[in-house]
């Protein structure tokens, strides 16, 4: 789904042809054009009381609000109080007393836990649910009223929240106009209509916080596993709750912001050891701060008794009740009934440690009555969710003692109406909407408002605020180096890495094919306090490119391709028809040469408007090009034109494999990297428990949005062009064998060298075949990349000069590479300080 896009970094990542380099940039799919995005700082004063300013009037158009109808339960207004203990499905605590870090395991059950195990539907919804009561699936016909729904403040403030609820790709758009504005989602959910089509409805506020995370639903099992991945990377989860698949399995909605030092853990109340694990959390000091309900469909069994069966019985036979009369063989039937479950997150250390109150599994009636009760102590409800089971509705909430807060709860199906009651006041926002399904089959939205704003995460601070930035040099670096030359390369490491916030960085440096220098700054993983050494891997995304390139040219020299030969239609085409048989080749496709791709010339497939490696994480990539040759067309003729794209050298990639037999990695391992000595370089794998031995963690990109760096194509899709995984030492070894100069033998021959150097006109003569050429005022080769998590760059100077450097966080902006740049520009502008030529710490 659209918006489950915006933070999804393995669908989102763009790169930008900007200045002829290989970075990228944030796309969000579904959005108004920039020129629309423009339109929203034109604001008017005239008519902007009760309808949509411009900024939102780009978006959808006016649209006239559901008419209401009765409610359930008429709207109570409530205010804060205090709190006590008393029943099940009821926490109350006194405040928190923190205590050291616990890592947050996740309990299973007998019986329970199989309900979260299968993998997802593919008749599920993927899509994110933030603060969702339930994807409650009814039976039978949802009548609700399908007219978008947008609710703001008035002029000039009406950037600061939205409430929104409507069929899906309209919200996906007023939420996306939020997000650009610096809105964060503080509650979302949805539910089916009369048609089966999805209905969303939403709240973001706009504030200032720590970078967040979104995924797609996880499963019982993904959970755990990013519940323990992301504690690592200093990422709290904040936001938890349930959903059925469709087919009677659990999938969870959740929402990470980076709260450094922050533990949690997560609970499922009603569950044979949940009072246990309470009574645990509340000894070790967290706190109980989200708690959701929904329903999972399970089916209710009865004893069908057959006549003995034959034996040996078959596999799908073996399935026996214990209520089975002797001598007969019995099956398991009945009908699938809706049945409630609950979730929680209990954290420490948290923003405040007032006395609080929690209730699940009571009835909304009940809930409202409790709510009355304990607004008259000076509570205030900083959660309120309801949820559907069968004909009941129940409720989950959170009560803090906040004396002179208030809040409100307003039950309808008029957004408009319940924000009327509450214009008056700027303060007073909504803070969670939720959803039932009444007895008529009406959707009736449930939207918790007040003037509290809860769990509203700062900022963390910069990772070296009053902190020194810990070095490790390799043995050798200092010994050719002054104190004062020493001085000079950290404090201009430092200074790149205060100023951006950069947790860890390593940098190499070789002269004539020497390596002098290499050194590793900051932190390898911050939460553990690990340095970063100078052996440390990075990912360098785009700077594969070269490498890609250098394995094509090793097949042109085996002379098993030709630069100018055809990749796709004729006899003689690395391909021929093999892409075209189902849908005949479009327009351009049959004039593509091996040289176009190595080039950017291609015509087409750019990395701005939805760069095509991205696409369909699970297709192969024989799968993925049919696809993009079927569903984008080439927009230039082949040659005529500089288009950076990714997808070109995935085609690369596995030219590279139909012509060798192996697999990309495979062959590019064998014929390069072992031929270098850096036999422990690989294709980067997605996920952090699948790291590599010397690999560093990578943090959340420093651009308003959070990209999860373990969000990861597989590495077939990733590697020929941005997959790889190297240190700057290991860099520079393989630039040592491809750089033309005579100190060490080339892997490749001197008509190749000279080949892949050819400025091609399209690029302004600013790139060759895999290697970008005089920019950035670096007068040799260069190419820099980015992934989530990681930026890196390679500089070859025609001095003999050479450089790595590489990064454990990315930025998408251009500025950030010229600033990386300018780190290498000081260094090189100093290059006569490796004059002797005995010392090559390669050795």
């Not at 803090?400 to 039950?411: C, D, V």
């Not at 055809?566 to 006899?571: I, L, T």
């Not at 194509?713 to 941005?722: A, N, Q, V």
């Not at 590489?806 to 251009?814: D, G, L, P, T």
């Given at each position: 789904m659209?918006?489950?896009?915006?933070?999804?970094?393995a669908?989102?990542?763009?790169?930008s042809?900007?200045?002829?380099?290989?970075?990228?940039?944030?796309c969000?799919?579904?959005?108004?054009?920039p020129?629309?995005?423009?339109?929203?700082?034109?604001?008017?004063?005239?008519?902007?009381?009760?309808?949509?300013?411009?900024?939102?009037?780009t978006?959808?158009?006016?649209?006239k609000?559901?008419q209401?109808?009765?409610?359930?339960?008429?709207s109570?207004?409530l205010?804060g109080?205090?709190?006590?203990?008393?029943?099940?499905?009821?926490?109350s605590?006194?405040?928190?007393?923190?205590?050291?870090?616990?890592?947050?395991?996740?309990?299973?059950t007998d019986?329970f836990?199989?309900a979260y195990?299968?993998?997802?539907s593919k008749?599920?919804p993927?899509?994110?649910i933030?603060?969702n009561?339930?994807?409650?699936k009814?039976?039978?016909?949802?009548t609700t009223n399908?007219?978008?729904?947008?609710?703001?403040?008035s002029?000039p403030h009406e950037?600061d929240?939205v409430?929104t609820a409507?069929?899906?790709?309209a919200?996906?758009n007023?939420?996306a106009v939020?997000?650009?504005?610096?809105?964060?989602l503080?509650?979302m959910g949805?539910?089916?209509?009369?048609?089966?089509?999805?209905?969303y409805?939403a709240?973001m506020?706009?504030?200032?916080g720590?970078?967040?995370?979104?995924?797609?639903?996880?499963?019982?099992?993904?959970?755990?596993k990013?519940?323990?991945e992301?504690?690592?990377?200093?990422?709290?989860?904040?936001?938890?709750c349930?959903?059925?698949?469709g087919d009677?399995k659990?999938l969870?909605s959740?929402y990470?912001?980076?709260?450094?030092?922050?533990?949690?853990r997560?609970?499922?109340?009603?569950?044979a050891?949940a009072?246990?694990?309470?009574?645990l959390?509340?000894?070790e000091?967290y706190?109980?701060?989200?708690?959701?309900g929904?329903?999972?469909?399970?089916?209710?069994?009865?004893?069908?008794?057959?006549?003995?069966p034959v034996?040996p019985?078959?596999?799908?036979q073996?399935?026996?009740?214990s209520?089975?009369?002797?001598g007969?063989h019995?099956?398991?039937t009945?009908?699938?009934?809706?049945e409630?479950?609950?979730?929680?997150?209990?954290?420490?250390p948290v923003?405040?440690?007032v006395?609080?109150?929690?209730?699940?599994?009571?009835?909304?009636?009940?809930?409202l009555?409790l709510?009355?009760?304990?607004?008259?102590?000076?509570?205030v409800?900083?959660?309120?969710?309801?949820?559907?089971?069968?004909?009941?509705v129940?409720?989950?909430?959170i009560?803090?003692?906040f004396?002179?807060?208030?809040?409100?709860i307003e039950?309808?199906?008029?957004?408009?109406?319940m924000?009327?009651?509450h214009?008056?006041?700027?303060?007073?926002?909504?803070r969670?909407?939720?959803?039932?399904?009444?007895?008529?089959?009406?959707v009736?939205?449930?939207?918790?408002w007040s003037?509290?704003?809860?769990?509203?995460?700062?900022?963390p601070?910069?990772?070296?605020a009053?902190?020194?930035i810990?070095?490790?040099?390799?043995?050798?670096?200092r010994d050719?180096?002054?104190?004062?030359?020493?001085?000079?390369?950290?404090?201009?490491v430092?200074?790149?890495?205060r100023?951006?916030?950069?947790?860890?960085?390593?940098v190499?440096?070789?002269?004539?094919?020497?390596?002098?220098f290499?050194?590793g700054?900051?932190?390898?993983?911050?939460?553990?306090k690990?340095?970063?050494t100078?052996?440390?891997q990075?990912?360098?995304?785009?700077?594969?490119?070269?490498i890609?390139?250098?394995?094509?040219?090793?097949?042109?020299?085996?002379?098993?391709i030709?630069?100018?030969?055809?990749?796709f239609g004729?006899?003689?085409?690395?391909f021929?028809?093999?892409?075209?048989?189902?849908?005949?080749?479009?327009?351009?496709?049959?004039e593509?040469?091996?040289?176009?791709?190595?080039?950017?010339?291609?015509?087409?497939?750019?990395?701005i408007?939805?760069?095509p490696?991205?696409?369909?994480?699970?297709?192969t990539?024989?799968?993925?090009?049919?696809?993009?040759?079927?569903k984008?067309?080439?927009?230039?003729?082949p040659?005529?034109a500089?288009?950076?794209s990714?997808?070109g050298?995935?085609?690369?990639?596995?030219?590279?494999?139909?012509?060798?037999?192996?697999?990309?990695?495979?062959f590019?391992?064998?014929?390069?990297?072992?031929?270098v000595?850096?036999?422990?370089?690989?294709?980067?794998r997605?996920?952090?428990?699948?790291?590599a031995?010397?690999?560093?963690?990578y943090y959340m990109?420093?651009?308003?949005?959070g990209?999860?760096?373990?969000?990861?194509?597989?590495?077939?899709?990733?590697?020929p062009?941005?997959g790889?995984?190297a240190?700057?030492i290991e860099?520079?070894?393989?630039m040592a064998?491809?750089?033309?100069?005579?100190?060490?033998?080339?892997?490749?021959?001197?008509?190749?060298?000279?080949?892949?150097i050819?400025p091609?006109?399209?690029?302004?003569?600013?790139?060759?075949?895999?290697?970008?050429?005089n920019?950035?005022?670096?007068?040799?080769?260069?190419?820099?990349?980015?992934?989530?998590g990681?930026?890196?760059?390679?500089v070859?100077l025609?001095?003999?000069?050479?450089?790595?450097v590489?990064?454990?966080k990315?930025?998408?902006?251009?500025?950030?590479?010229?600033e990386l740049?300018?780190?290498?520009?000081?260094?090189?502008n100093?290059?006569?300080?490796?004059?002797?030529?005995r010392?090559?710490?390669?050795?």
């Amino acid at each position: 789904m659209p918006f489950s896009l915006l933070v999804s970094a393995a669908q989102l990542f763009q790169h930008s042809s900007a200045s002829n380099m290989a970075i990228d940039s944030l796309c969000l799919p579904d959005l108004p054009s920039p020129a629309k995005f423009k339109q929203f700082d034109k604001f008017s004063a005239n008519s902007l009381t009760d309808t949509h300013p411009p900024i939102w009037q780009t978006v959808f158009p006016m649209v006239k609000p559901p008419q209401e109808s009765t409610p359930l339960q008429t709207s109570h207004r409530l205010a804060g109080t205090k709190f006590r203990r008393h029943s099940s499905g009821h926490i109350s605590a006194p405040p928190s007393t923190p205590s050291g870090p616990i890592l947050a395991p996740c309990y299973e059950t007998d019986g329970f836990s199989r309900a979260y195990s299968a993998p997802l539907s593919k008749q599920s919804p993927k899509f994110p649910i933030v603060g969702n009561a339930v994807a409650h699936k009814v039976t039978g016909p949802v009548t609700t009223n399908l007219a978008l729904q947008v609710i703001h403040p008035s002029f000039p403030h009406e950037k600061d929240w939205v409430l929104t609820a409507g069929n899906e790709s309209a919200v996906d758009n007023v939420l996306a106009v939020s997000l650009a504005y610096g809105g964060r989602l503080v509650s979302m959910g949805f539910f089916y209509d009369t048609y089966g089509d999805i209905q969303y409805y939403a709240v973001m506020h706009r504030f200032v916080g720590p970078v967040f995370l979104k995924p797609n639903p996880l499963t019982f099992a993904e959970l755990l596993k990013m519940g323990q991945e992301n504690e690592e990377l200093d990422l709290a989860l904040t936001q938890l709750c349930g959903q059925d698949d469709g087919d009677g399995k659990a999938l969870f909605s959740t929402y990470w912001e980076k709260i450094p030092g922050v533990n949690f853990r997560i609970w499922f109340p009603g569950t044979a050891e949940a009072d246990v694990q309470k009574n645990l959390f509340e000894n070790e000091g967290y706190r109980l701060t989200s708690i959701c309900g929904y329903t999972i469909k399970v089916i209710q069994p009865s004893i069908d008794h057959k006549k003995p069966p034959v034996y040996p019985l078959k596999k799908e036979q073996r399935r026996h009740s214990s209520s089975c009369l002797p001598g007969f063989h019995c099956s398991l039937t009945g009908s699938f009934e809706n049945e409630a479950r609950y979730v929680g997150v209990w954290q420490k250390p948290v923003p405040r440690t007032v006395p609080y109150e929690a209730h699940y599994g009571i009835s909304l009636r009940e809930c409202l009555n409790l709510d009355a009760k304990l607004t008259a102590k000076s509570y205030v409800a900083t959660q309120f969710r309801v949820f559907s089971v069968g004909n009941e509705v129940i409720c989950c909430a959170i009560w803090e003692y906040f004396p002179g807060r208030k809040h409100f709860i307003e039950i309808g199906e008029n957004l408009r109406q319940m924000h009327r009651k509450h214009v008056a006041s700027r303060s007073r926002l909504p803070r969670q909407i939720s959803h039932y399904i009444d007895l008529t089959n009406r959707v009736k939205y449930v939207v918790l408002w007040s003037n509290l704003n809860s769990f509203r995460y700062p900022n963390p601070a910069d990772i070296w605020a009053d902190k020194t930035i810990p070095v490790n040099y390799l043995p050798g670096t200092r010994d050719q180096l002054q104190p004062a030359q020493l001085r000079f390369i950290a404090k201009r490491v430092e200074r790149f890495m205060r100023e951006l916030d950069i947790p860890g960085l390593s940098v190499a440096i070789s002269r004539n094919e020497q390596l002098k220098f290499a050194a590793g700054f900051g932190y390898s993983n911050i939460r553990r306090k690990e340095t970063v050494t100078p052996h440390h891997q990075f990912r360098i995304g785009s700077v594969s490119k070269p490498i890609t390139a250098a394995a094509v040219m090793l097949l042109v020299e085996q002379r098993r391709i030709r630069l100018d030969q055809h990749v796709f239609g004729s006899q003689d085409s690395v391909f021929g028809h093999e892409f075209g048989r189902s849908h005949p080749y479009g327009k351009y496709l049959t004039e593509i040469t091996i040289r176009n791709l190595l080039e950017h010339t291609s015509g087409g497939w750019n990395n701005i408007d939805s760069d095509p490696a991205w696409l369909e994480p699970d297709l192969t990539t024989p799968q993925l090009i049919e696809l993009v040759l079927e569903k984008q067309p080439l927009i230039v003729k082949p040659g005529k034109a500089w288009i950076y794209s990714n997808f070109g050298y995935q085609l690369l990639g596995y030219i590279i494999e139909r012509i060798s037999g192996m697999t990309y990695e495979q062959f590019v391992k064998k014929h390069i990297w072992d031929k270098v000595n850096a036999p422990e370089t690989q294709v980067a794998r997605p996920s952090l428990s699948e790291r590599a031995r010397r690999e560093v963690l990578y943090y959340m990109s420093g651009n308003k949005l959070g990209f999860n760096p373990y969000e990861m194509l597989p590495p077939e899709r990733t590697g020929p062009w941005g997959g790889w995984i190297a240190s700057p030492i290991e860099m520079l070894r393989i630039m040592a064998h491809l750089d033309g100069f005579h100190q060490k033998p080339d892997l490749l021959n001197e008509k190749s060298l000279k080949e892949w150097i050819v400025p091609t006109a399209a690029s302004n003569e600013t790139y060759g075949l895999g290697w970008s050429l005089n920019i950035m005022g670096f007068n040799g080769w260069q190419h820099d990349g980015r992934m989530p998590g990681s930026a890196a760059m390679l500089v070859r100077l025609d001095s003999g000069l050479e450089m790595a450097v590489v990064v454990n966080k990315e930025y998408s902006e251009r500025d950030f590479f010229h600033e990386l740049g300018y780190i290498l520009h000081h260094i090189g502008n100093n290059c006569d300080w490796w004059k002797d030529t005995r010392i090559d710490l390669f050795q």
